[in-house]
């Protein structure tokens, strides 16, 4: 699963549709209902830490943390379920000319962006995967595809199965990230005509970009995958839908 939460915004009253007060308990009734073994989290705040946990439940641990260097500011995580996936290695970069130093951007960047990446043993098959979780600037473009370039030679290092998780606040299918995204060797898990994933508190309906990818490279076999449009008890979880898919490599699902 993909999922960006967002944030909490302190500027709306409490029954806003955007407020982290109303949406919470939304998020952790997504995350109770799907149980994904593998979910990329974006725009996490430390205060959304402990509600987060609560929802994936007690096998999960939250790889990752802040993107400023100091440690603090918005956080793309990766969650992983401990009962299903031992971890081998993960680490955090900065998308930067300089990915090992804290806050790090490329000039002209809106802001740091990092990625998290474990490297990762299935239980049940043996199978090493390795995933990645991001999240890119919205605008402007060429920034992203800096972006997508700095993480594409981690992907690309790994011989094995791999997943690419993320906001990557691009349009799958009319932009140019998605475009170099592909060239790069990835595949889509959704198909070509998925809903989009980008409705802000509304119903999907068309021309709604769908933000969110699942990408993954190797010998994977797509089982299946959605865009989840729901909205427990009536409230919107969060200004994007979830990406969630149920992949399998070797006999051995994972989702």
């Given at each position: 699963?993909t999922?960006?939460?967002r944030?909490?915004m302190?500027?709306?009253?409490?029954?806003a549709?955007?407020?982290?007060?109303?949406?919470?308990?939304?998020?952790?009734?997504v995350?109770?209902?799907?149980?994904?073994?593998?979910?990329?989290?974006?725009?996490?705040l430390?205060?959304?830490?402990?509600?987060l946990r609560q929802?994936?439940?007690?096998?999960?641990?939250l790889?990752?943390?802040?993107?400023d260097?100091?440690?603090?500011?918005?956080?793309?995580?990766?969650?992983?379920d401990?009962?299903r996936?031992?971890?081998?290695?993960?680490?955090?970069?900065?998308?930067?000319p300089?990915p090992?130093?804290?806050g790090?951007k490329?000039?002209g960047?809106?802001?740091?962006?990092?990625l998290v990446?474990?490297?990762?043993?299935?239980?049940?098959?043996?199978?090493?995967?390795?995933?990645?979780a991001t999240?890119?600037?919205?605008?402007?473009e060429?920034?992203?595809?800096?972006?997508?370039?700095?993480?594409?030679g981690?992907?690309?290092?790994?011989?094995?199965?791999?997943?690419?998780?993320?906001d990557?606040?691009a349009?799958?299918g009319?932009?140019?990230t998605?475009d170099?995204?592909?060239?790069?060797?990835l595949?889509?898990?959704?198909?070509?005509d998925a809903?989009g994933t980008f409705?802000?508190?509304?119903?999907?309906?068309?021309?709604?970009?769908r933000?969110?990818?699942i990408?993954y490279?190797?010998?994977v076999?797509?089982?299946g995958s959605r865009?989840?449009a729901?909205?427990?008890?009536?409230?919107?979880?969060?200004?994007?839908?979830?990406?969630l898919?149920?992949?399998?490599?070797?006999?051995?699902?994972?989702?």
């Amino acid at each position: 699963m993909t999922f960006n939460i967002r944030r909490p915004m302190e500027k709306y009253r409490r029954m806003a549709p955007d407020a982290w007060f109303t949406r919470a308990p939304a998020v952790q009734a997504v995350l109770r209902a799907h149980r994904p073994e593998l979910v990329a989290l974006q725009e996490v705040l430390p205060q959304q830490l402990h509600p987060l946990r609560q929802g994936l439940g007690p096998d999960h641990v939250l790889l990752g943390g802040g993107r400023d260097a100091d440690g603090g500011g918005e956080r793309c995580l990766l969650g992983v379920d401990t009962a299903r996936f031992g971890i081998e290695h993960w680490r955090q970069r900065w998308l930067s000319p300089q990915p090992e130093l804290p806050g790090s951007k490329w000039p002209g960047d809106l802001f740091p962006r990092t990625l998290v990446l474990a490297d990762l043993t299935d239980r049940r098959t043996g199978v090493r995967w390795r995933a990645v979780a991001t999240h890119l600037d919205p605008w402007p473009e060429r920034g992203r595809l800096r972006q997508l370039a700095a993480l594409q030679g981690l992907l690309h290092s790994w011989d094995g199965p791999l997943l690419l998780l993320g906001d990557m606040n691009a349009a799958a299918g009319r932009s140019r990230t998605w475009d170099a995204a592909l060239a790069g060797g990835l595949r889509d898990t959704l198909p070509a005509d998925a809903a989009g994933t980008f409705p802000r508190y509304r119903d999907p309906r068309a021309g709604t970009p769908r933000l969110d990818w699942i990408l993954y490279g190797g010998r994977v076999r797509v089982l299946g995958s959605r865009v989840l449009a729901e909205r427990p008890r009536g409230v919107w979880a969060s200004d994007h839908f979830p990406v969630l898919a149920e992949l399998e490599h070797d006999g051995g699902p994972t989702s």
